[in-house]
């Protein structure tokens, strides 16, 4: 956990060959899934350069996604919070209502360039579930998603989507029946047929390629971010703020801005219910290394070492583990990590649908409720830059009751 002297551009040539961001990442798997992810990782490193993969990969974030998304000036709320302006990186825009279809367009392509027949992943709100299942039905490709039977619960307009689109969901009864125990699931799956499959990993977590290889799909939101924000300001951000589950759609953000000194990146962890272990998600805040799902990065974990059970009022971000980037960041002190808990969230989610018009995800509440917090503590001449990860349609119901039980 020493901070090493940086040459500039070090931050984005990492992860080295291995995986590796300083001592985070790596891929920590049986040998039989070793040499699958070398199969992933070798296809990955050719797509990369290959001109028509990023062609057709471009062509579908514009035609299929609608991108550049927004960068939408937050007037109304900058205006009544009366300090620094706020911006919205608008991802709520996107087809499926989110971030992750950025990612899971790049990892499907890449599974049918590899002769894949089937996509294979895990879910938390069913987000990624769904983006997923999109992906896969536009390439043709089976789908196969793993969800929590709590989730699939809380998150039932997402289930009937992702059956919708064709995907097979397998609800998961074991341990906290949440994303953990879905990851489990899922990764058992894939191992036992690891040849017909892909593993479309929904955040920059798991072993390497997984978190170099989401971050690069991801890094599409930042570099639009980094020339609208130019063309608006005429300079770059104070601060870039997100929220951070596994830390795709935050790392997304940050990565075109790494090098910008100058500009400071402040990731959101949920704080769930209070700061007793299984009532929050606050893996960087909370947590101490160790390893899961193949990586070494910030973990919660009880005092027999097992990943605790995590609590959010969004689905999204109840996750033990985060991305190996970002434990790597948090160290290097290049981004600070703060957390925001379940009423502030809900607090912000009701206020930006109130005064913006903007009903966002429960997850991107965290976000916007930190921003809301840290805008009157600057000058006007000051932005912020607050990535808008998702829409809040999936949590309608959800908020719906926990509005009836508080009335
Ligand atoms: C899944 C999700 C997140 C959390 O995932 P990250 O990998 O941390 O980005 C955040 N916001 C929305 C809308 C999501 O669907």
Redesign the pocket.
């Known amino acids: 956990m020493k901070k090493i002297k940086l040459q500039k551009k070090h931050y984005q040539n990492l992860p080295n060959k291995a995986g590796f961001f300083g001592e985070y990442g790596g891929q920590f798997v049986p040998p039989q899934l070793k040499k699958a992810l070398e199969e992933v990782t070798a296809a990955y490193e050719i797509a990369k350069r290959d001109p028509d993969f990023q062609k057709e990969y471009q062509t579908l974030l514009t035609d299929y996604v609608g991108r550049p998304s927004p960068l939408f000036f937050a007037k109304n709320l900058t205006e009544k919070l009366g300090g620094a302006k706020i911006y919205l990186k608008r991802e709520d825009l996107n087809h499926t209502g989110?971030?992750?279809i950025n990612h899971c367009l790049g990892e499907a392509l890449l599974a049918k360039k590899m002769g894949k027949k089937k996509l294979i992943a895990e879910t938390?709100?069913g987000?990624?579930g769904v983006a997923l299942a999109t992906a896969a039905t536009l390439m043709g490709l089976e789908c196969e998603i793993h969800m929590g039977e709590i989730d699939v619960v809380k998150q039932y307009p997402n289930v009937l989507r992702m059956q919708l689109l064709g995907a097979k969901v397998i609800t998961v009864k074991s341990g906290g029946r949440c994303l953990k125990d879905a990851v489990d699931s899922a990764f058992a799956a894939y191992l036992n047929d690891y040849k017909n499959t892909f593993f479309g990993i929904?955040?920059?977590v798991g072993p390497h390629p997984y978190p170099m290889m989401v971050r690069d799909f991801q890094s599409v939101v930042g570099k639009e971010a980094h020339k609208q924000i130019l063309l608006k300001e005429n300079k770059l951000p104070d601060y870039l703020v997100a929220?951070?589950?596994?830390?795709?759609?935050?790392m997304g953000l940050f990565h075109a801005f790494l090098n910008d000194k100058q500009v400071q990146m402040i990731g959101v962890e949920p704080a769930g219910k209070s700061f007793k272990p299984g009532d929050h998600a606050a893996t960087l805040t909370l947590g101490k290394p160790g390893t899961l799902h193949g990586m070494f990065t910030y973990l919660l974990q009880d005092k027999k070492g097992k990943p605790s059970r995590v609590h959010s009022i969004a689905s999204?971000?109840d996750y033990p583990g985060v991305g190996p980037q970002h434990a790597y960041l948090k160290d290097q002190t290049r981004a600070k990590y703060v957390t925001i808990n379940d009423k502030e969230a809900l607090e912000a989610f009701l206020f930006l649908s109130k005064i913006e018009g903007i009903i966002p995800?429960l997850?991107?509440a965290h976000a916007i409720a930190y921003a809301m917090k840290l805008a009157p503590t600057l000058a006007k001449n000051k932005v912020i830059l607050v990535n808008l990860?998702?829409r809040g349609d999936k949590d309608l119901d959800y908020v719906g009751k926990l509005l009836k039980i508080n009335e």
């Not at 929220?243 to 935050?250: F, I, L, Q, R, T």
């Open positions: 989110a971030h992750k938390g709100a987000q990624h929904g955040s920059i929220c951070v589950g596994g830390g795709s759609n935050a999204g971000l995800a997850e991107s990860s998702g």
